[in-house]
């Protein structure tokens, strides 16, 4: 049984407009959330974080929003550009990382 | 700045081989992962090292093992390969085990025949 989903495998949006990545997850003791973005080819690197003490979190063209009651985390990317075609990670932290399945980003032009 | 650093970056293995995948971070970082990456599954933790010294299985453990050889090093060995373990592999660090982020290497692509 899956503790992290994204149920959106795939997503595109055009270039310029905002982008809403969404996750869900089951257990309400986790703590810390992250979003993680991956290149073909390349590990995933980190991209922004929220505790489980905050609702929302910014970093410039990034918001990531908590909302714990539903257990729902989700990705804003405004204005979304081709760079940010990627396939983006959901992550909990608990006892120790989880990440979702991922959702593949187009962006196009 | 190497950050994490994995080798080999490709390998093919027969069923029955064994190999060592090598993993290594010059952050100074306490914690360290690895995960294998499958289509649609997204990253599972094979095992994972809190600090120095310590080891723990995560989600999909069997068929591996792993050994924290400093702070620095943190390998995953396959003893006898199956073609299941055929996937991405990759190794992280993070400065602490709670609460912060993890940097990742380029992954390992593993193919068993």
């Known amino acids: 049984d899956q503790q992290v989903k994204q149920n959106s495998p795939s997503l595109s949006v055009q270039e310029g407009r905002i982008s809403i990545l969404n996750c869900d997850y089951t257990?309400?003791?986790?703590?810390?959330f992250l979003w993680y973005k991956k290149y073909p080819a390349e590990g995933p690197t980190f991209l922004i974080s929220?505790?489980?003490?905050?609702d929302k979190n910014e970093d410039g063209r990034f918001t990531v929003f908590l909302n714990k009651s539903a257990k729902h985390l989700s990705l804003h990317i405004v204005p979304s550009q081709p760079g940010d075609s990627a396939v983006y990670f959901c992550?909990?932290?608990?006892?120790?990382?989880?990440f979702g399945p991922g959702t593949r980003l187009s962006v196009l032009p | 700045n190497a950050g994490v650093t994995q080798t080999p970056k490709f390998q093919v293995l027969k069923t029955g081989q064994s190999m060592t995948l090598q993993c290594a971070q010059d952050?100074?970082?306490?914690?360290m992962y690895w995960y294998r990456q499958d289509p649609g599954m997204g990253l599972r933790l094979i095992y994972y090292?809190?600090?120095?010294?310590?080891?723990d299985k995560g989600e999909v453990p069997n068929g591996y093992n792993v050994s924290r050889l400093n702070k620095r090093e943190f390998s995953l060995r396959l003893e006898s390969a199956a073609p299941s373990q055929t996937s991405v592999y990759f190794c992280?660090?993070?400065?602490?085990?709670?609460?912060?982020?993890?940097?990742f290497g380029q992954g390992t692509r593993l193919t068993v025949v």
């Open positions: 090292s809190a600090s120095e010294g310590t080891t």
């Open positions: 929220i505790s489980s003490i905050k």
């Open positions: 952050m100074n970082h306490n914690s």
């Open positions: 992550a909990v932290h608990g006892q120790n990382f989880v």
């Open positions: 992280a660090s993070s400065e602490n085990f709670l609460n912060t982020e993890a940097f």
């Open positions: 257990n309400s003791m986790f703590d810390y």
